[in-house]
């Protein structure tokens, strides 16, 4: 048999109530948990979905720059003749009269730069 403060407590109606609210309470907490949980792979992946396209957008501009240079390159290539007459001494290592060339050596400056310090 039940002891007389036992049988109260479990008849009393607010203790019945409160016990409900901390049940639908933890009810509706884990459908949000189950909710997040579920959805939570789809918003990561459009997450890295969304930084991989900002990179191949990196990607396109740089290239796009690249043929815009190129295309440059060839212009002059098929119609200046001074221009193709300048490669031509740079990579030949020529000069006309009276030209005084100034090679400057990124790669050697950088490294006496460095010895210095």
Do not use: C, H
């Amino acid at each position: 048999m039940r002891s007389f403060g036992e049988a109260r407590r479990t008849s009393d109606p607010s203790f019945w109530n409160a016990l409900n609210r901390v049940l639908l309470t933890l009810v509706i907490a884990g459908g949000i948990a189950g909710i997040v949980l579920w959805f939570y792979p789809e918003v990561a992946r459009r997450d890295q979905m969304a930084r991989n396209l900002l990179e191949d957008q990196e990607e396109l501009v740089a290239q796009q720059s690249l043929r815009k240079q190129r295309e440059r390159e060839v212009y002059l290539l098929e119609n200046d003749k001074e221009y193709i007459e300048t490669i031509a001494r740079d990579k030949l290592d020529m000069m006309k009269e009276g030209e005084t060339i100034f090679r400057l050596d990124p790669t050697k400056a950088t490294k006496s730069a460095q010895k210095t310090r």
